[in-house]
């Protein structure tokens, strides 16, 4: 049972270009929500995150918008640089709880 | 700074065999996770360690695993005996109490069971 779900597996976008990241999540408890990105062969680094009492959240060109009614929430990123490519993870947390509970990925390639 | 650091990077053994992951976090930080990520999978938790105690270890799969972290320094993780399905990628990562969420994790070891 996927609790956080990143229903595109890949995503491809010109230089400069918007890209935008979607995630789904099922678990009502979910309160906190965060974007990882991941490099081939290293692990996960944070890029942003958002509190459920926030709509939106914004960092240079990184901006997190969260619609709690449709347990949505997506990855601006504008504009878009070929360093940007990568596995960009979704991921979720409910109340006190630290276990961090992951999507699946959305590979992102920016071509020039 | 040093970031966390995984021993190591990549692990072949043959079913029923036995392996020790080892994990150094960043210093200072009390937090220390473990997870797992089969091949094209989602990422998924396994424990979390505050200091040196368990404070959630409902990720793990079953009693072949098992999670120390001495002295709430290094981790280690053990599987044992090892079966194919245990293959995959384990990170590890730490946090300070104050960052929920702002993991930083290691570049992950890499388990492959013949």
């Known amino acids: 049972d996927q609790q956080v779900k990143q229903n595109s597996p890949s995503l491809s976008v010109q230089e400069g270009r918007i890209s935008i990241l979607n995630c789904d999540y099922t678990?009502?408890?979910?309160?906190?929500f965060l974007w990882y990105k991941k490099y081939p062969a290293e692990g996960p680094t944070f890029l942003i995150s958002?509190?459920?009492?926030?709509d939106k959240n914004e960092d240079g060109r990184f901006t997190v918008f969260l619609n709690k009614s449709a347990k949505h929430l997506s990855l601006h990123i504008v504009p878009s640089q070929p360093g940007d490519s990568a596995v960009y993870f979704c991921?979720?947390?409910?109340?006190?709880?630290?276990?961090?509970?992951f999507g699946k990925g959305t590979l992102l390639t920016v071509n020039p | 700074e040093a970031g966390v650091t995984q021993f190591p990077s990549h692990s072949v053994i043959e079913k029923g065999q036995t392996v020790t992951l080892r994990c150094d976090p960043i210093?200072?930080?009390?937090?220390l996770y473990w997870y797992r990520r089969v091949m094209g999978k989602e990422i998924k938790f396994l424990l979390h360690?505050?200091?040196?105690?368990?404070?959630?270890e409902s990720g793990m799969p079953n009693n072949r695993f098992l999670a120390e972290r001495t002295g709430g320094t290094y981790s280690t993780l053990k599987v044992q005996p090892a079966e194919l399905e245990d293959s995959g990628v384990y990170f590890c990562?730490?946090?300070?109490?104050?960052?929920?969420?702002?993991?930083?994790f290691g570049e992950g070891s890499r388990l492959t069971v013949l």
């Open positions: 990562a730490s946090s300070q109490g104050r960052d929920f969420g702002k993991l930083f």
């Open positions: 360690f505050v200091k040196e105690s368990k404070q959630d």
């Open positions: 210093s200072g930080h009390d937090n």
């Open positions: 678990n009502s408890m979910f309160d906190y």
């Open positions: 958002i509190s459920s009492i926030k």
């Open positions: 991921a979720a947390s409910g109340g006190s709880n630290y276990k961090l509970t």
